[in-house]
């Protein structure tokens, strides 16, 4: 039995290859997983200890999908340790962070834009913020224009030249009026919303209409706060990003009396019609003097061509042996 089973370890082939292999195998895994704990470790060991739940796998797979691993694994940091990572409305997921960074979109920027709106108590999620964001507007700010309100000169001296609106009053006197409009951000509306541009412009003619039904222009500067009233009461801001906290006049001046001005250029004007038909009626009038002068002396010819007839009958009639005739006619 011994010797048998010594025969059969003798014809059996080394092993010292299949050790080889084996530990050439250990060894490439062992290096793998250093170079992955290299590369990876400190930002895995990062999240893992803010709770941020990417494992070394996911890594790994923003790497072959091109996404900046660093920046979803701050992002998601930032949303677990302000406590809506793990929130289902917002629904902060890696895999919406990284749909989000290759759609182009500013990750950071959507994050801190949530925390603001969480701790501001706004109604803001992760889809309506993205989609903010890829949208071309900046959510951050919105937010912050939201909590904190904006003013906006109205006309806006960085986008006019103009650096006050004028509009005239009944009585024909112009007044120059400057406004500023508080405004928050809707954020229901800010995609799809007009701008800031659509705000001034309708705040500027509802502040010239407010104007222009005034009586007098008295009236406006005795009580300006019923130009805001008006104006807040047309609804300005609908279909716009913003909602309008309030409308203040902060300058107005009275300008020049356009009224007075027109009445006198009216005046001129008709003052040049009258002598226009003045100067017409007087050359109708030398006109017919001439046409008068020229039927006269026509008349005085056609007298001189029958006092030339007259000596001519006298010949006739004495011809004719008929004197008396002649001498009739001569005296008549």
């Known amino acids: 039995m011994i010797q048998g089973l010594a025969l059969l370890a003798a014809q059996a082939p080394p092993l010292l290859p299949v050790y080889l292999v084996v530990g050439a195998i250990l060894v490439l895994f062992l290096l793998v997983f250093l170079l992955i704990l290299w590369v990876y470790g400190s930002i895995w060991f990062q999240a893992y200890m803010s709770n941020a739940r990417i494992s070394i796998l996911e890594l790994i797979g923003m ?26 409305v917002t629904g902060i997921t890696t895999r919406r962070l990284e749909a989000l960074y290759l759609a182009g979109g500013n990750v950071p920027n959507v994050i801190r834009a949530l925390i603001a709106a969480h701790r501001a108590d706004l109604d803001l999620n992760f889809d309506r913020a993205a989609a903010i964001d890829l949208a071309g507007r900046d959510v951050l700010d919105a937010v912050q224009t939201s909590v904190n309100p904006k003013v906006i000169d109205c006309p806006d001296p960085a986008k006019s030249r103009q650096a006050y609106l004028s509009a005239i009053a009944k ?28 705000i001034v412009a309708r705040v500027g003619e509802g502040i010239i209409t407010s104007i222009g039904s005034a009586e007098t222009h008295l009236e406006v500067m005795e009580h300006p706060d019923k130009i805001s009233k008006a104006v807040l009461e047309r609804g300005l801001d609908a279909q ?78 004495f011809r004719a042996g008929n004197l008396e005739g002649a001498r009739r006619l001569a005296s008549a």
């Open 63 to 88: 790497s072959f999908r091109q996404v900046n691993a660093r920046v979803i694994v701050q992002a998601k940091i930032m949303a677990m340790q302000a406590g809506i990572g793990g929130d289902p």
């Open 171 to 198: 009585n024909g006197v112009e007044l120059k009026v400057r406004a500023r409009v508080t405004v928050r951000t809707n954020l229901k509306r800010l995609i799809g919303g007009a701008t800031e541009d659509t």
């Open 240 to 317: 716009t990003a913003f909602e309008i906290v309030s409308i203040d006049i902060a300058h107005i001046e009275v300008g020049q009396n356009i009224g007075a001005r027109l009445q006198a250029d009216q005046a001129e004007a008709n003052m040049r019609v009258a002598r226009a038909n003045a100067e017409e009626r007087r050359a109708l009038a030398l006109a017919r003097e001439q046409q008068m002068k020229a039927e006269v002396a026509r008349n005085r010819a056609l007298v001189v061509l029958a006092e030339a007839e007259v000596p001519l009958a006298m010949a006739a009639a």
